[in-house]
Every structure is written in structure tokens, then in C-alpha cells.
């Protein structure tokens, strides 16, 4: 691969940091889902309640350890970690005057950290964090207040990292909300702090939180040129490919809809204008946007500079001949593939189609911002761990990136596995499904160390980038 590509991965503050209530940092609204498991939901609460188990409160602690953690990254070899800031704690209501000068000295840190070993901090400026005040007293996304407080809050930190951060992410995932179809609680949730089954106008809600977040992004793509011409701006979503069951035009018609039902966020923010079929298809189901007409420079101007693809699982769409489990993001699950632990298909050739899908559509650079195998490890009694079903995973799904890459001409400048250190899963908010190359001693109830030890994939990722991503076999 180019020596400009990327070797490195991904992690997002709630699901790291822990340190929930240090230096003024705000109620975020992933600070108020419990643990679960694959087979029990993650209870959303509304206050804290005193005898349930928050995993984002203590996490793994890198809000204390991520000189240690940033040094390991280091010594795989890393050339670029994606972080997020937590909002919460830069604006801990969201919607105060002054930033805290705490949360912003701490992200500074950080990122001096990662530069010190010469890794590219890539910042995702929301992944999952908004101060739960603004969901409460503002109704989240649905208010277009909540852009102008984002906006404030991009500018703190487009300011802070000024000349230390050039990649930026505005939002991570805020896709999987089409007012078309029935979302799960947690989707909605992690997005906008809101339940769906709590939601009186379903549809209109979802479009209107789809409808502001794209907005929010092209003008904060606007003013972090603004700030800085040399920042390049880009959006991270959760692609997958749905692939037609058979060669019925009904069935490949359909398989396109739900594919692309994805895509229209991402639409917007790359064309330079919100996608006018969505807007029809809200006409036709009697939706109204607020903001069109004041939001339409800001959508020619604020085109991304890149794409980050996070991608895990493929599936099929719906049609008559085939009864399926229903998969995690929509479609059937594909009989020709393996599942996880967890439910999630494995299909490396999925990650080259969809490289090849997301780069014609745009012509824009793309990046794999997350991919990665949720599994159970064993930490054995001399400390090692023999995780080489994620080295088949993460093997398989580079060689099929390289392939995008060298002979489809994909312009693809990286490639960031998710949760390089093990760390709380989002959907399940547990520990177990852990994804690292990096074994932390944590369990699902929040007993552990915390102690950090090197799986077997730690030193062969590390062996992968020293060879500039040649050495892709199991034995390296
Ligand atoms: C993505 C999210 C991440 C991460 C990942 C794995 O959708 O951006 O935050 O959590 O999925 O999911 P999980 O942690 O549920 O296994």
C-alpha cells in the first residue's frame, strides 16, 4: 500500500474514556444506558439510577490511561488513531456561553500525545455524545437551535486543535434513521437521545433529526475551512451492502432501495444539495423540513473533503422466497455467510463492493473508519491470548481492501479497526464482545484491573503495517 496510507483504528470517548464525572464534564446521553447483552436490551433511563450498572461511567479509563494506551498504539506501529470528543465535556449542558477550559485542555493532551508518536489524530466531533440538556430542554435534533449549539461547539474545537488536527469527522453514524421504516430504541437513542417508541410522530421526527444533522454538517464542514483551509472534513456512516436474493427485477429493486436508504444523508453532503427524491418522498408521505431555503448555500459549500466508511456485516433484502433472521441494520441474514457471536455476518468481499460502490457514486477519498470482529477472548493464566479468529477477519477484510485499492483504483486512504483496545460495546454495552487487539481485564459487571496484555493479532497487525500491509497471512 502507498506510505501515506493509514494503519490504525478507531475508538469513541463514551465507550473509553469512564472518568464520567471529572472536570466538569456534562450528563451525556450514552451516561444513561445500562448494560445488556445480545439476548437483553440496554435499559435507557432518564436519570441515573442508583442500583443499575452504567458501563460509560468508568469504561476502560483511557480519560487517565491514554498515555499508556497511546504508547501501545505506538508500538503496533500505528500512523493514525480516530478519537471522538466527547461533547459533554467541552459544552457539559450543551447550550452554556463559554466552553470549559478542563475538557478542552484535555483533548489538547491527548492529541499532543498521538502527534509526540507521530499518529495522525483523526477527531470525530460527535460519535454517539450529546449532552443529554439538549435533548431534554430542546428536543435534541428535531430544534434547529441544537445546530447553532453543535456549530459553537465545533468552532471550540476547530480553534483548540487549530494547526495539531487536519482530519475531522462531523458526526459518526448518523445514519440508520429513514422515516420509512420502524427503527429500534437503541438506534434512535445513540443518534439523538431519543427513544423511538416514544416518539408521537415517528416519521416526521426522523426526518426532521435526519434532515438537521445533514445540515449541521455541511456547515460545519463550512466553518472548519473557514477556520482552517487545511482541514479536510469528512463524515463517518455505517454502510453495508444489501444484496439481491436472486435475479428477480423485483428483488434487485428492492435490495437497492434498502441499501441506499443509507445513503441519502451522505447524498446531500456530497452533491451540494439535499437529495430532491427525499424530498418527494417526504411530500408524498406529507413530511415538512424546516430550513430548506436558508440551509442551501451551506449545502454548496460545504461538501465533504472525504467519506469514512464504518463497516462490519452485509445482508439481503426482502422478497418472498426467502424467510430470514432480520439483521441488525435491515435485510435477511445471507445463508451463503458465517455469523458472529453476535449475529453479524462476516464477508470480507462485502468490504471491496462497498469501497467500490461509495467511491464511483462520489469520487471522493474514502477511508475505512471502523471494521472489526466482536468476540469472546481468553486471557490465559501466562497473560496471552490466542485471538486468531481476528486475525482471519481483519486478514481477510484487508486483502479485499487491497484488492479495491490496487486493482479496482479505489482511492482509499486508510484503514482505522474498530476498538483496537477492547473497549464497551455500543449496541450491547458489554465487555465481552470485545474487538481489540489490546486485551483489557474488564468484565461485563465492571470488575477487573484493568490491566492491559498484547494479543497474538497485537503483534500480527504490527507486523502487517512494518510490512506495509504485505504480510497479511496468519503467520505474517
Ligand atoms: C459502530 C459504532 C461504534 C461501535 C461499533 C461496533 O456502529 O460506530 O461505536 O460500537 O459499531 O458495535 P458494537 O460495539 O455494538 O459491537
Redesign the pocket.
Known amino acids: 500500500m502507498d506510505k501515506h496510507f493509514f494503519w490504525g483504528g478507531s475508538i469513541?470517548a463514551h465507550?473509553c474514556e469512564g472518568a464520567f464525572e471529572e472536570d466538569g464534564k456534562g450528563l451525556g446521553i450514552m451516561d444513561l444506558v445500562t448494560d445488556g447483552s445480545h439476548e437483553r436490551p440496554r435499559e435507557i433511563c432518564k436519570t441515573i439510577e442508583k442500583d443499575k450498572f452504567y458501563p460509560s461511567h468508568t469504561a476502560i479509563d483511557f480519560y487517565h490511561r491514554y498515555k499508556e494506551d497511546i504508547a501501545l498504539f505506538a508500538e503496533m506501529g500505528f500512523t493514525a488513531l480516530r478519537i471522538s470528543v466527547d461533547w459533554s465535556r467541552i459544552y457539559p449542558m450543551g447550550d452554556e456561553e463559554e466552553p470549559s477550559q478542563a475538557g478542552i485542555d484535555h483533548y489538547v493532551s491527548v492529541v499532543e500525545e498521538l502527534l509526540r508518536h507521530k499518529i495522525e489524530p483523526i477527531v470525530t466531533l460527535c460519535?454517539?455524545e450529546m449532552p443529554y440538556h439538549l435533548v431534554e430542554q430542546y428536543g435534541s435534533w428535531t430544534n434547529r437551535k441544537v445546530i447553532d449549539f453543535y456549530l459553537k461547539y465545533c468552532r471550540t474545537m476547530f480553534e483548540a486543535l487549530k494547526g495539531k488536527v487536519r482530519y475531522w469527522s462531523t458526526f459518526?453514524?448518523l445514519n440508520h434513521i429513514d422515516p420509512a421504516t420502524e427503527a429500534s430504541d437503541i438506534f434512535t437513542y445513540i443518534i439523538a437521545g431519543m427513544k423511538y417508541s416514544e416518539m408521537e410522530h415517528p416519521a416526521q421526527t426522523l426526518a426532521s433529526i435526519g434532515y438537521h444533522m445533514t445540515a449541521a454538517s455541511v456547515k460545519a464542514v463550512r466553518l472548519g475551512h473557514e477556520i482552517d483551509p487545511e482541514n479536510r472534513i469528512g463524515c463517518?456512516f455505517?454502510l453495508q451492502p444489501v444484496y439481491a436474493y436472486n435475479c428477480r427485477p423485483d428483488n434487485a429493486l428492492n435490495a437497492f432501495q434498502e441499501m441506499y436508504r443509507d445513503f441519502y444523508q451522505l447524498d446531500g453532503m456530497c452533491r451540494g444539495r439535499f437529495p430532491e427524491y427525499k424530498l418527494k418522498e417526504y411530500e408524498r408521505m406529507g413530511i415538512v423540513l424546516e430550513g430548506l431555503e436558508e440551509d442551501r448555500e451551506d449545502f454548496a459549500k460545504g461538501t465533504l473533503d472525504f467519506i469514512g466508511v464504518?463497516y462490519?456485516s452485509s445482508s439481503v433484502g426482502h422478497c418472498e422466497e426467502m424467510e430470514g433472521d432480520e439483521t441488525l441494520f435491515g435485510g435477511v441474514q445471507n445463508p451463503y455467510l458465517e455469523l458472529s457471536r453476535?449475529g453479524w455476518s462476516i464477508d470480507p468481499t462485502g468490504l471491496r463492493y462497498l469501497l467500490n460502490a461509495v467511491y464511483r457514486m462520489y469520487g471522493k477519498p474514502v477511508i475505512v473508519t471502523?471494521n472489526?470482529l466482536?468476540a469472546v477472548d481468553v486471557l490465559e493464566e501466562d497473560r496471552s491470548i490466542h485471538d486468531d479468529y481476528r486475525i482471519d477477519y481483519v486478514s481477510k477484510h484487508l486483502q479485499q481492501l487491497k484488492l479495491a485499492v490496487e486493482e479496482d483504483g479505489v482511492d482509499c486512504f486508510g484503514y482505522l479497526m474498530?476498538?483496537p483496545i477492547d473497549l464497551?460495546?455500543?449496541?450491547?454495552g458489554e465487555m465481552k464482545?470485545r474487538?481489540g487487539f489490546i486485551y483489557v481485564d474488564k468484565n461485563d459487571d465492571g470488575t477487573g484491573t484493568l490491566e492491559r496484555y498484547r494479543k497474538d493479532s497485537f503483534y500480527w497487525y504490527q507486523r502487517v503495517i512494518a510490512s506495509g500491509g504485505e504480510a497479511l497471512d496468519g503467520n505474517g
Open positions: 469513541a465507550q460519535h454517539f459518526n453514524e463517518v455505517g464504518n462490519y453476535w471502523e472489526g466482536g474498530w476498538g464497551v460495546s455500543a449496541t450491547t464482545k474487538y
